[in-house]
Structure formats: structure tokens, C-alpha cells
């Protein structure tokens, strides 16, 4: 889970664009945040920190980063890996002396082979992220040309990757042959220049308007004034990451022309027509749930209400990787209003219901103060298997849907009801009836393949 960013061309300064590029796609990492720049005689300029984009970067650091060419990258807290020497970008030193410097989303599921490959050449690694992997395979394999060099390491590649490169002059988009993780081109309106972002919300801070998604399979290369294109492999089925539209995505981006918040609300109205009930009022969990709560809300007419207040200033809360602190997170973020709930009937929504903890607490609290029934309901299917392609999830047996059956996990959570939206209607809510997803995490089908050691919970998580 992680965002990048690239421009290239137009008049403002690339790294304060970046910036604000980086910003937008907050919501995709909070661990670390980076810029790296070029300027004009192929000097490297960058700077990265652990904590979030306005943390790391002062008006000052911004300045001290020339170049019309820029890329930044978000990294999302993983347990084990949180730091700085992880965070992103990478500057990765090519043959004949010119450097390029890169930005990863996703996760490779054949690291470990890769890295001992690396390793028996007598490469040595630095970080423990699979992003490094691609940038001494780039090197290894660059002659001149960073997008030939990527087309040749491309059938080494499993898993899901979109990358961002910079190298003299252009920068690169790159996604995996499935197409998991989103990447989007924009064109900069008056300038000239180009920007290659995770998602489309991004682009809109820095003027640019969406041109399309880089496709599956695609390398993408962008001068200042051009755009040229390789479909390096377009024999795998599209298997865009569903969870994307759930959760992780920010309900102002377009992904593949679908409107995010729209798909949001689609999974609200259909949810209620699944799982109807009779109720006083319906309170979003804030803010992944709102969308869908408004769906719900105008499908049942049943009032929409805010009874959770949420402190906006406390991170989302897997940020802390152990349960305790977790747990203290969950109070702290979100407080209950007696006011909405004293008596009443609510139907509590949020997107989705992953180890339980947040949602076990959340039906308690409701109830502490005055709910006199809780009836939750799910925007998205049970999660019963873990993702491998870079969305931190728990290993399956964290992962309460993939231990538990539906009622099992309502009486856990103390409700009086629950109910998950299922993946037809899910489908149905995105539209895209012809475009193929990944939904691993619900229907355990992994079109890119599982990480090797999967089967006994070993894999190493990284973004
Ligand atoms: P829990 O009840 O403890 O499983 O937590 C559920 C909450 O976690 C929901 O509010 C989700 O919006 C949120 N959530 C779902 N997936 C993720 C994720 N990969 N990272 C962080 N938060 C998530």
C-alpha cells in the first residue's frame, strides 16, 4: 500500500508539485514520504523521511530540490519494515554513470527467488523491500535505454507492480501485465508536461487532467512534449485490485472512469437490498463508511446520522502494528454521540471487517451510549484470505471472516445483526461488467500467483 507520483515538464518547480501530488495520495501510506528530483545537468536531488508529506517536508527542503522533473512516493505502514532505509524513492546508479531513481507500488510474490538470484551474482542489498529487487535488475539490464531495460526484466517480474521511473529527460509509468495496482496518466493543461499518479485525485491538485490509466502491461515513456507507448505483454487477463473502490482508494479519484464515492454509494443501496432491516437511524463508521451509509440510507429511507465523531487528526488505525495500541487507537479516534443514539435502532456501516477488533469495539460503544440495537452491515464481502499483491491485510489466521461464519462473527461482535454485501453485488455496484478484478481477498483467486512459503504464513509483507 503505497502511493506514487511523477511529472515531468511544466512551469512550476516539479518538487513542489510533487509535494502536493504526494498530499493527495496521503491516504495511501503514512510510514515515510520522498521526492527525488533531476535537474537540467542530471543531478540527483531528494529527500525522504519517516511521517507523513507536510512532516517531512518544509518549504525550505522543497526549494532545495531543482528540476522539471520530479517523483515522490508514500509508503503504508507494514509491521517489521517501518524504516527510513525502506522509504522510497530508490536512487538506483546505472551503468556509464547516470542514475534513475524509482517508486514502487505493490508487492512481487517471487522476492525471494529474485533476491537470491541478485545475491548469488554477488549483488549486495540494502533494504529488505522488493522495490530495491527491480532497481538492480534495472541496472543490470540498462544499455542506454531505461524502458528497453524494464522490458527485459519485465518476464522477471510476478506479482503486482506499479512503478514510476525517472531517468534523464522522461519519466516512466510501468504497470504489472495484470494491471492490480492503478496508475493513471495526466497531461498538465497549459504548460506542456505530463504526471503519472496512483490515482486520479492526485492530478487534480497539480492542474493536470486525467488523459487514461496506464494499461496492464504497459511501459509508458514521457518526455516533456511525448507520450510513447510499449504493451509489453498482453496475454494475462486485467485483474485490477477491487479493494481499491472498497477502501484504499480516495472517493474523489476515477479509476478505470468509474467514480470511486459513486461505486461507494452503489455498495450501500445494494447492501440494503440484500440485507434489509428495520431501524431508526443509520451511522456511517467515519470516514471509509460514509459513502456506502449514504447509499443505504436512501435505499431504505431510513435517516443517515452522524453518531461517531471522529478526531481527524489521529492516523487510520492500523498504523500502530500491536494489538494493544490498536485498541487504544479505536477510542481515540472515533467518540460516540449520545445525542443520535440514546434508544434508538442503528444500523452501523463501514467497508469492511478485518480482524474484528475495531468493529467489536465500535458495537460496544454504540451501546454504552444508549443504542438499543445494533445492526451491522458490511459494504464489501467477507475477507477470508490475505492479499499478496500490496494491500496490508493479516495473515488468514488474523483474519476473523476467514475463521468464523457470518453468524459466528456477528455474536462476536455483540450485534444484533450483520450483513456483508456479496461479490455479485459488489460486481454489480462497480459496473465495469466486462473488466476483470482481483478479488483474492474474498474469492481466495490469485491470478498472479501466491508468494512461495504462503502456505505456512511466512511471507514477508511489504508494499
Ligand atoms: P477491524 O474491525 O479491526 O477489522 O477493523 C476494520 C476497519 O479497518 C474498517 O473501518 C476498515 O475501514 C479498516 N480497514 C480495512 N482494511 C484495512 C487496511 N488494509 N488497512 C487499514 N485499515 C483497514
Redesign the pocket.
Known sequence: MCGVFGIIGGQCEASKLAYFGLYSLQHRGQESAGIATLDDRGAVHYHKGMGLVPQVFTENIIQSLPGRQAIGHVRYSTTGASQIKNAQPIVVPLPGGETALLAHNGNLVNTAELRAELEAGGVELQMSSDSEIIGRLLAKNYQGDAAAALTAIAPKLKGAFALVVLTRGQIIGMRDPYGIRPLCLGALANDGGYVLASESCALDITGAALVREVRKGEIITLTADAVTSIIYDDTKPSALCVFEYI?FARPDSYIEGRNVYKAREKFGELLYREHPVDADVVIP?PD?GIPAAVGFAKASGIPYEAGLIKNRYVG???INPSQSMRELGVRLKLNPLPEVLDGRRVVLL??????????AKLVRLLRDHGAREVHFRVSAPPSVSPCYYG???PLKSELIAANYSVPEICQKLGADTLGYLSIASMREAIGLQDFGFCQGCFDRVYKAGVPQGEELGLIYKDC
Do not use: E, L, M, P
Open positions: 477502501y463508521v471509509s487510520r488505525t492500523f463501514d467497508d469492511s471487517i478485518v480482524r474484528g477488533t475495531t468493529s494491500i496490508d491485510t
